[in-house]
């Protein structure tokens, strides 16, 4: 099961491009719990997650996420999350103009773009769930991993997947980013498999190995790099490589660094 199911449930893409970003930035942990916390808040927000967040004031409507949370995160995080985009769909109509007023279409990789989309959404209003917003990687502050820090940026990247991608995986909403700038959603299923098949020499889960992993994935396909996330991570999930024997029936085959004829 991918969180992308969930987001399918919606039909109009403004409700999508916002539970799409729910069910990203939660993508964190078990499927079980992933699904347990986005359903829940999706409940909550609807039939139309576009139309709650559009009309969504936490000083006149409270937080009616209070009760809910997922592994570190409050339910004051969870509000705090529809009131940025709240913010966002009030500020630029939607989060695709308010992501794109960050970027530049000349560059190579959606890296900076995502830098400032982080920037950005850390300066909206943080009041009433906090008076600051806490210190980098903690509470809320998880949900913004920045590229500029070293982060992969894993969640933010697989939202940039499923908007900018158009096939039976991903939803293509977004028109103003070439999918050649995409960059992998790096977790521990594209590590592994990226340096069984010698993707990457890099040691460290990061920023630099998502775009080794990607630049590596960009010479066999230029345009589309990143359409090849979903079959190694699905292979990575897999994971054969715990199996003893298993090379001879792995898709991979030879292809693996640490193939044997075993």
Known sequence: MDPLDLVRHYSAPPDQEVAGFIAAVLALGRWEQIKKVVS????????????????????????PFSHLKHRFYTGDDLGLLVFWLAQIIRRAGSIEAFFMSGDDPGDATVGTALSRFVQAVSGLETRPFYDELPPP??????????????????????????????????????????????????????????????????????????????????????????????????LGKINPCKQPGACGGCPIGSGCIDFTSS
Not at 43 to 62: A, H, L, N, R, T
Not at 176 to 196: E, K, Y
């Open 137 to 234: 990687g903690r509470g809320a502050s998880h949900f913004l991993t920045d590229p500029a820090r070293g982060s992969a940026a894993k969640r933010l990247c697989l939202y940039l997947r499923w908007m900018v991608r158009r096939d039976t995986l991903d939803l293509g909403l977004w028109s103003s980013i070439n999918p050649a700038r995409l960059v992998i959603p790096l977790d521990v299923h594209i590590t592994r498999m990226g340096r069984r098949l010698g993707l990457t020499r890099r040691a460290s889960p990061g920023w630099p190995m998502a775009l080794e992993i990607t630049g590596a994935l960009r010479r066999l396909d230029p345009a589309d790099p990143v359409k090849y996330d979903f079959a190694l991570c699905t």
């Open 40 to 63: 829940a808040m999706l409940e909550i927000m609807g039939p139309s997650p576009y139309g709650f967040v559009s009309s969504y004031d936490p000083w006149v409507q409270g937080n």
